[in-house]
């Protein structure tokens, strides 16, 4: 895919400043975390990866404007406008399925793949965990990332607890994921660290 693809795509969903800075973060990590795997011999795509790091959460947007000014400032009537024929087009799916179909019509099945695995819960369930370096790298990346800041796994995991479970109540899917995700730190650390 060329890059131009991408921009193209941010362009057509409207991809809020926030979020696009979000994806670079994303793709900035996944890269750098890459490049240290394939130096201990690990086999990865990089442009994949970049590619699928920058499109991740190019639907997010469309499950959830109605949280908008939660997180931006600018947004236009026109926005709102494609967002909500984006959400009823697509309604009732995951942002993750959404981006991953949009990528399949255009014969990137690598790269919906990669995309499809990355949401919170995928790591615990069936068909949907990533399992190629390309998919974990990404899941772990965006969960290093809180907005557009480099956080660490543990503060990222408690925002969520704090965000999702405010009572404390945490279900034990998200108890299961985050133990996945923690385990997913320790695999990639335990390589690093040889
Ligand atoms: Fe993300």
Redesign the pocket.
């Known amino acids: 895919m060329e890059d131009s693809v991408i921009r193209n795509l941010w362009e057509e969903f409207h991809v809020p400043r926030n979020?696009r800075k979000?994806?670079e973060k994303?793709s900035d990590i996944s890269i750098r975390l890459g490049k240290k795997l394939i130096d201990r011999g690990i086999d990865i795509d990089l442009k994949r990866l970049r590619q699928a790091a920058l499109l991740?959460?190019l639907a997010?947007i469309v499950v959830c404007f109605d949280d908008i000014h939660k997180f931006e400032d600018n947004t236009k009537v026109e926005d709102i406008e494609v967002w909500n024929k984006l959400q009823t087009m697509y309604e009732g799916m995951k942002d993750s399925e959404i981006t991953a179909m949009v990528l399949r019509n255009l014969n990137e099945n690598h790269l919906a793949e990669i995309i499809r695995k990355?949401h919170f819960t995928s790591v615990i369930e069936e068909g949907n965990a990533p399992t190629t370096w390309e998919e974990k790298i990404l899941y772990y990346a965006?969960k290093l990332?809180m907005h557009d800041k480099e956080v660490t796994l543990r503060a990222r995991l408690r925002d969520l607890d704090k965000r999702y479970s405010p009572d404390g109540d945490v279900p034990d899917a998200v108890k299961e994921a985050k133990k996945k995700a923690r385990a997913l730190e320790k695999e990639i650390e335990t390589i690093l660290a040889h």
């Open positions: 979020i979000h994806m994303v991740h959460d997010k990355h965006d990332v």
